[in-house]
Nanobody, 120 residues
Framework: QVQLVESGGDLVQPGGSLRLSCAASGSISGIGTVAWYRQAPGKQRSLVAVITEGSSTNYADSVKGRFSISRDNAKNTMYLQMNSLKPEDTAVYYC??????????????WGQGTQVTVSS
């Protein structure tokens, strides 16, 4: 059974940094596109950053220049480095990944979420 587990969420002051991790475990042959989403209280879940299997990246305008998405395929782990954090970055952050168990079939999995709170 495939699982995605996020970690790294915390309370941080404005201007601070955090690195979120998303570790995939189980019977995995490969990982395709990975994305980080976030959901603030009372708001819909929104896309933050995407990294493809070929490591092409894309970001929401609100985080461009501050956040960086990366992946370590050997460890089946994906990361979101968040710098210059603002109070409006406060949200639950979720990892979503295309998991390849038996090629060519890809299935989408979500992690349980990790809370990021930016406050003084």
């Amino acid at each position: 059974q495939v699982q995605l587990v996020e970690s790294g969420g915390d309370l941080v002051q404005p201007g601070g940094s955090l690195r979120l991790s998303c570790a995939a475990s189980g019977s995995i042959s490969g990982i395709g596109t990975v994305a980080w989403y976030r959901q603030a209280p009372g708001k819909q879940r929104s896309l933050v950053a995407v990294i493809t299997e070929g490591s092409s990246t894309n970001y929401a305008d609100s985080v461009k220049g501050r956040f960086s998405i990366s992946r370590d395929n050997a460890k089946n782990t994906m990361y979101l480095q968040m710098n210059s954090l603002k109070p409006e970055d406060t949200a639950v952050y979720y990892c979503n990944a295309e998991i390849i168990v038996n090629r060519p079939i890809r299935s989408s999995y979500w992690g349980q979420g990790t809370q990021v709170t930016v406050s003084s």
